[in-house]
């Protein structure tokens, strides 16, 4: 695997972890608002909104990467 490859992996890698933490948290924050503390469960969610607002960016992103490297390249002339 080149190096590009093995970078757009990590990174889609670190992207569905991301997704995964923060589908615990949201799980996490259900829990605590019915056991009674809406206002963590609030806070807790206020900072998964952040997650959510940064999900199509980083997919978009990771799709930009992704076609950039299989996109074939053009070999540099001598002296370039």
């Known amino acids: 695997m080149d190096e590009k490859t093995l970078f757009a992996s990590v990174l889609t890698q670190i992207h ?4 995964a933490l923060g589908a615990a948290v949201e799980e996490l924050s259900n829990w605590v608002e019915q ?3 809406s206002k963590v469960a609030g806070n807790i969610r206020g900072a998964l909104e952040t997650l ?3 999900q199509d960016f980083i997919a978009l992103a990771l799709l930009s990467i992704s076609t950039d490297f299989n996109e074939p390249q053009n ?3 001598p002296g370039s």
């Open 52 to 54: 959510d607002r940064n």
């Open 75 to 77: 070999p540099k002339k």
């Open 16 to 19: 569905e972890n991301q997704l």
């Open 35 to 37: 056991n009674g503390d």
